[in-house]
């Protein structure tokens, strides 16, 4: 990490025997800034204390010969030093006479965003928030450096106050290849970031200090006509958005909803409820907490929604240690707001981080098959005694006393007549679980009968036929996974294992994409740490319909059950305990 500060010429403007003691003080490059306020002593200011450096009292005159060495003051009060990025702000009297001087130092700080670099490539729109002094423009101006000088995009600079890039015509070297546009009144920003838009064609531009609504307004239209923001604004979380009218149009705006008489009830809430009114301006929030810990909101949207509906978010915490390395940490908050850690925080390398559950790395999807001999299984439950003799079966034993019977006394491998019933899961299902069954589309040769209930009750031919035959019907509710699994089980006279069977959770993995394994480990994870040992009922992430499907039937594995709410594309999964 680099630093640049041109302290020395901040220095230069103060009176001489100030100027002296600064000089030769043993926290010199810690200096954060000098307040020198009329009739009052000097004071300096240090990251984790302030004191006097004389005893003296500023008078007018000191504070006159302060303001001829620096630049004219704008419109905000703000003045800098021409090619530094030192900022002296004014304090006034009623009568628009300068009677206080804060002289804060400016400092060029290089790989201070290792933390979020991974989210600055991604070409998504990111708002920092944090108090005064925790390092945003800081922040700021280097990520405008890198995505011009590293990246290679076209950056433009909104700087109303000149304090990204230093006061004076020529921007400071830290920027990089960056674009600077100076604004010559505050209350202009707003007109300046379209001009910005419409004249400069930028890629990325980056904006400080948004703070008023017009400003809000324009930051919206600039997203949506597709240029990259990353702006900074105040407040320290993104709760403190959302109560703000001015800026709550960053996240999404707030609006209150009348809902219906059975959607209340439903949702179990009253009739009017505040919602997001839009997309968020910013894709990304980043609450910089301290120096060197912030805590980062990758969907602002889903954050917002979970704070609208009384949850607490669960953002990533990325952390620098004292080594320089960066870690992160993930956390589920289930609905009461009480977090759960989903997973150890460990090293963190942003440009191979990969999002989603799966980074845990305890759910991967199943391999395709590359030999049909089975393999040996544990024998931690009856399930795996019962398939390790049924493969002494198939190994080609001609004892008949080795054979195994099936429920009626059938030899095995089970015959199965599927009626109703998905063949495709079936087949899966028996070879996943590696199951003693085999299907047939004969009715004449089945041992058996695996048939949807709501089919068996309208077809009395069927009912007919298997009772001449004497081939038993084994109804299950619906052609699920879970289902079929119980009534394979139930057919080979298998009890359910006390404890969740791997491979059974690996069915649900058979040819998922990503997006449907992630959201399959999203809801493993709610139940296992939260729905079932606690007790509570948990809301999981927005899917489509056929991901919420198939979290339904993982769901309906463990015995629970689950509902679908809320409106497309922000219909999801509830998950109730038993």
């Keep these: 990490m680099t630093i640049t500060e041109d302290l020395q ?111 600055v490539e991604t070409g998504k729109s990111i708002l920092m928030l944090g108090r005064p002094g925790v390092g945003k423009t800081t922040a700021l101006r280097e990520i405008a450096r890198v995505l011009a000088d590293e990246l290679n995009k076209r950056v433009v600079i909104i700087d109303t106050s000149n304090e990204i890039a230093g006061d004076g015509d020529v921007p400071h070297p830290a920027i ?48 949506e006509r597709g240029v990259q923001l990353v702006g900074t604004a105040h407040g320290n979380q993104i709760e403190n958005l959302i109560k703000n009218p001015t800026l709550s149009d960053l996240v999404g705006g707030i609006q209150a909803v009348t809902l219906g008489d059975d959607e209340a009830r439903r949702r179990g809430s009253q009739k009017t409820v505040l919602e997001r009114k839009a997309p968020p301006t910013f894709e990304i929030a980043v609450e910089m907490l301290e120096r060197q810990r912030w805590v980062v909101h990758e969907s602002v949207a889903d954050t917002v929604d979970s704070l609208l509906r009384g949850h607490q978010p669960s953002p990533q915490v990325r952390t620098v240690d004292e080594e320089g390395q960066v870690k992160i940490k993930r956390q ?52 795996d005694r019962l398939l390790d003799e049924s493969f002494n079966y198939f190994g080609g034993f001609d004892d008949a006393d080795s054979k195994l019977a099936g429920p009626n006394g059938e030899d095995l491998p089970l015959h199965i007549y599927p009626y109703g019933v998905s063949r495709s899961q079936l087949e899966q299902v028996v070879e996943v679980l590696n199951l003693p069954v085999v299907l047939t589309k004969d009715i004449d040769s089945a041992d058996a009968i695996l048939a949807l209930r709501s089919h068996v009750k309208n077809h009395a031919k069927l009912r007919q036929m298997a009772k001449a035959r004497q081939v038993p019907i084994h109804m299950i509710k619906s052609s699920t996974i879970p289902q079929i699994t119980r009534g394979l089980r139930r057919l080979l006279n298998i009890d359910d294992p006390e404890v969740t069977d791997d491979r059974e959770l690996q069915l649900f993995l058979h040819s998922a994409t ?13 139940v296992e740490n939260i729905v079932i040992p606690k007790g509570q009922p948990v809301e999981l992430l927005p899917r489509s319909a056929q991901v919420r499907k198939m979290q339904h039937e993982l769901v309906e594995h463990y015995r629970l059950k689950s509902n679908s709410f809320g409106e497309e594309p922000n219909r999801r999964l509830r998950i109730y305990p038993a």
């Design 332 to 383: 589920l908050t289930p609905l009461n707001g009480r977090s759960q850690t989903l997973a150890k925080e460990e090293s963190f390398v942003p440009a191979r981080q990969s999002n989603g559950w799966r980074s845990s790395g305890q759910m991967q999807a199943l391999p395709p098959p590359v030999t049909t001999q089975p393999t040996k299984l544990s024998r931690h439950n009856e399930f």
């Design 514 to 526: 990503d997006d449907e394994i992630d959201a399959l480990e999203e809801a493993r994870l709610a």
């Design 9 to 119: 010429k901040l220095l230069d403007i103060l009176p001489q025997d100030l100027r002296q003691i600064l000089e030769k003080h043993p926290q010199r490059d810690s200096l954060v800034e000098v307040v020198l306020d009329l009739g009052r002593r000097p004071e300096a200011r240090f990251p984790h204390q302030a004191e006097y450096l004389s005893e003296i009292a500023i008078t007018q005159n000191v504070i006159d010969d302060c303001i001829q060495r620096v630049g004219s003051f704008g419109g905000d009060n703000r003045a800098g030093i021409e090619q530094t990025l030192h900022r002296i702000s004014a304090i006034r009297n009623r009568t628009g006479k300068i009677i206080g001087l804060t002289c804060r130092v400016g400092r060029a700080v290089f790989g201070t965003i290792g933390m979020i670099r991974d989210l």
């Design 176 to 223: 990089g290849k960056a674009r600077r546009m100076q604004v010559a009144h505050p209350e202009l920003q707003h007109q300046v970031m379209i001009e910005a838009v419409e004249n400069h064609m930028p890629e990325v531009i980056v904006i400080d200090e948004i703070g008023t609504e017009l400003e809000a307004l324009a930051a919206r239209t600039i997203a």
